[in-house]
């Protein structure tokens, strides 16, 4: 079997875009390799030394979300359209129960388990995803009134702020990411731009007032509300100078400056053994260190490239739904991106937001992975229409036999 006949057989098992199905494999590759190196420390720590099971649980996890996108993007992506009504209301349930009996970690309630498999999620993952397929179905629905303020911008400004709330208390960067992400797809969707201008202002006044109030609240009143604690903390050090600088920043520093150009090599990190959560949090510093500028670059081009592919797919798209579909989930996973890179570089404040399919995944990763199968979904549905309209043209133009 020769190299063409291969590459044609898996472009006919794996329908779509195939340069997005060459960008999930890289970043699992990735994610395989720097995880295998990361996790070095914590084997030794819970699994005896066991180097490999950490390896192995990720692969497992990388192969059954291989899984999930294959039989996501085989899926019409019209009927993610039905799908967002009922992951939007079950979403809001969902989220409640886990602010009131969720599993408490780090002053967060953001997990619940699920009784008989008995795996935790996050059910702000499953809230997220549902409110950008619900977005994309009320844009769409609403194009002959996108103008209007109480038809169309006030329910949809409804259906973001209920479960941005919702999220807020127990994952503050989860939200504002998740309120970006919807002010992106709302423009797309030709919602009034003086409206979302004032959307937009009403963020940053509400982010800078929240801001200026968790700096400024007494000590002993803080020490009482865990979470507000956490954030205070956060914003305390990365406000401050190097002498204030938390442990886990100056880890990540120590880890990007010694990498290079090149880095020091594959599984050749010393600051893995230092850097909290050097395989989620801060994978990307890990990154760095081993792979120097040259990984670091390479990442985040995969990322913009996922982004340009997206746009290129969105613009093709027949349906105004496929077009938002596509476009919300990838500008959601690519500002998530961005933002757990900024953090391991200092230029944001720690967030906790993991670097999608390259860190140390769980269920996590499964959503990422069902968001990716959506847009190849559209993908595919448009790489068949035009296969249609070929084949139909050249019926059309094939010449009568005498």
């Given at each position: ?41 914590l ?9 490999e ?11 059954v979300?291989f ?27 969902l989220?409640?129960?886990?602010l ?9 309630k ?52 209920v ?9 503050l ?28 202002l ?9 801001i ?30 190097d ?11 120590i ?17 893995r053994n ?8 801060f ?37 105004a ?15 998530q ?11 944001f ?16 990763l ?11 979904s ?25």
């Amino acid at each position: 079997m020769n190299s063409n006949t291969a590459i044609k057989k898996i472009t006919n098992l794996t329908k779509g875009d195939f340069a997005i199905w060459i960008v999930v494999i890289l970043l699992s590759l990735f994610s395989m390799a720097v995880i295998y190196s990361a996790t070095g420390t914590l084997a030794y720590q819970k699994k005896g030394g066991h180097t490999e099971f950490y390896l192995l649980k990720q692969l497992i996890f990388v192969l059954v979300g291989f899984l999930i996108i294959y039989f996501c993007h085989l899926v019409d992506y019209r009927y993610y359209s039905r799908v967002a009504q009922i992951l939007w209301v079950a979403s809001i349930p969902l989220l409640l129960y886990t602010l009131i009996f969720g599993s408490d970690v780090n002053d967060a309630k953001r997990w619940i388990t699920l009784p008989i498999i008995n795996t935790s999620f996050q059910t702000s993952d499953l809230a997220k995803i549902a409110l950008i397929m619900f977005l994309a179905r009320q844009l769409s629905k609403k194009q002959d009134e996108i103008k209007e303020f109480k038809r169309a911008f006030l329910p949809i400004l409804i259906s973001v702020v209920v479960i941005c709330i919702l999220i807020f208390p127990a994952n503050l960067s989860t939200a504002a990411v998740l309120f970006m992400t919807s002010i992106v797809i709302m423009f797309i969707g030709r919602i009034n731009v003086k409206y979302i201008l004032l959307l937009i202002l009403s963020g940053i006044i509400l982010l800078a007032g929240a801001i200026f109030t968790v700096k400024n609240l007494p000590t002993n009143f803080v020490s009482k509300m865990g979470r507000v604690a956490t954030w205070q903390s956060r914003l305390e050090n990365y406000g401050g100078d190097d002498k204030t600088a938390s442990y886990q920043n100056e880890q990540a520093k120590i880890a990007i400056a010694t990498g290079g150009i090149f880095g020091k090599g594959p599984g050749k990190s010393t600051q893995r053994n230092f850097l909290p959560n050097p395989y989620a949090d801060f994978v990307y510093a890990t990154i760095i260190e081993e792979y120097g500028l040259l990984g670091a670059f390479t990442v985040i081009f995969l990322y913009l490239f996922l982004l340009y592919r997206t746009i290129q797919i969105a613009m093709k798209s027949p349906r105004a739904f496929g077009a938002l579909l596509a476009i919300g989930l990838s500008f959601s996973l690519v500002i998530q991106a961005f933002i757990n890179m900024a953090v391991a570089v200092n230029i944001f404040p720690v967030t906790g937001l993991p670097l999608p399919l390259v860190s140390m995944g769980g269920t996590s990763l499964w959503f990422t992975c069902f968001a990716f199968g959506c847009i190849l979904s559209v993908s595919r549905h448009i790489d068949e229409n035009e296969a249609e309209q070929q084949k139909t043209e050249a019926e059309r133009l094939k010449p009568e036999s005498e």
